[in-house]
């Protein structure tokens, strides 16, 4: 297919993606994100919420919380009014914010401006994004002119086997993949985030990528299934087999901390302020949220996205004020424990916490 066509082909299917999120239901059908079986015991007394410090860095910047908005689109023009309306909202609150796949842009280059939000958003933190099986068709170089190209702090390299399988159009050849992770990672600026895209990362394949990268996001199983995505896209049924396949997001941050020493972020399902709580608790860095952003800047732009995300930071403060926490690192330290089946999951995967 001649590079035009495929161009258009990626471009047409970024604006599917949106519309599906929007309209259809694509949450996992019986499979949760397991932190609800997370108990935090509270330290004696509640707290101000006004006193709670949930300051953080990232890539040697401040952020106001550890929170993220993670990386949805790019590659048209309704999805650069998404990416820009994200930007300024996370601006003027200090968080960092992803962009999806930066394919589109690579294949032509035309499209760069879909995900050159900085220019409407200062100061930003800005995270890149490319899908792991596209890494052995570009150069090193090109990668780095495409990050450089939008200002991007950092890269997430997103593996996504499952949604491949599913795809109508889909490249499940992920030969020589780790490999190229490896070797990206140690020869661009930015640092290099290993993600999932909703299926969650085992502590066999964290264990791989240990000091080999900067982060893990987890991004596991119980919120969005983007084989369900694909199955809405495709009119099939091949994926309803498939649909709840994945690693729960607070099993696959437990299984991540056991076995990789750098950051690890939570998202997959990240709903609500105590999902972001119970996460930190168990030893996430940063905690991501996808759809319900997407959702709130399609209601009300920037404004709504901006609302959204204050509400969520309060929010986590008031959690963690009624919890007796008055900072990140307390909040890390804080006893916890495991309702069934977690518990049991843990003990045969022989998680050391």
């Not at 608790?281 to 940063?286: E, F, L, S, T, V």
């Not at 800047?297 to 008031?318: A, L, P, Q």
């Amino acid at each position: 297919m001649p590079d035009e066509a495929v161009a258009r082909e990626t471009q047409d299917r970024k604006m599917q993606h949106i519309n599906i999120i929007i309209n259809e239901d694509t949450q996992y059908k019986e499979k949760t994100t397991m932190l609800e079986l997370v108990d935090i015991k509270p330290k004696k007394g509640k707290i101000d919420p006004n006193s709670v410090d949930i300051e953080a860095s990232l890539v040697g910047k401040k952020i106001s919380s550890p929170i993220f908005i993670s990386g949805m689109t790019g590659g048209h023009p309704v999805a650069m009014e998404i990416n820009k309306n994200i930007a300024i909202a996370a601006s003027k609150l200090k968080i960092p914010m992803g962009v999806g796949s930066q394919r589109a842009m690579l294949e032509n280059e035309a499209l760069a401006y879909t995900y050159d939000v900085k220019k409407f958003a200062s100061p930003l933190i800005l995270i890149g994004n490319m899908g792991a099986n596209r890494l052995p068709k570009y150069d090193n170089k090109r990668i780095q002119k495409m990050l450089d190209s939008v200002k991007a702090d950092l890269i997430a390299i997103h593996t996504n086997p499952g949604q491949e399988s599913v795809q109508p159009e889909g490249d499940i050849d992920f030969r020589g993949v780790y490999e190229r992770i490896v070797d990206l990672a140690k020869s661009i600026k930015q640092p290099v985030i290993v993600k999932e895209v909703g299926n969650g990362i085992s502590k066999e394949i964290a264990k791989m990528f240990n000091k080999k990268v900067f982060a893990i996001d987890v991004q596991g199983a119980g919120g969005t299934t983007w084989i369900g995505v694909e199955t809405f896209r495709s009119k099939g049924s091949y994926g309803n087999a498939f649909w709840d396949w994945g690693i729960p997001t607070a099993l696959s941050v437990l299984e991540a901390k056991s076995e990789f020493k750098g950051q690890v972020w939570s998202s997959g399902g990240i709903r609500n302020p105590i999902d972001i709580v119970k996460s930190i608790a168990i030893g996430a860095d940063m905690c991501g949220i996808a759809k319900p952003v997407i959702v709130a800047e399609r209601k009300g732009g920037s404004e709504g996205v901006y609302n959204f995300m204050n509400d969520m930071i309060n929010g986590v403060k008031n959690e963690m004020a009624a919890l007796g926490f008055s900072s990140i690192k307390e909040l890390k330290n804080a006893k916890i424990s495991f309702k069934e089946p977690l518990k049991s999951i843990l003990k045969d995967r022989k998680i050391r916490l």
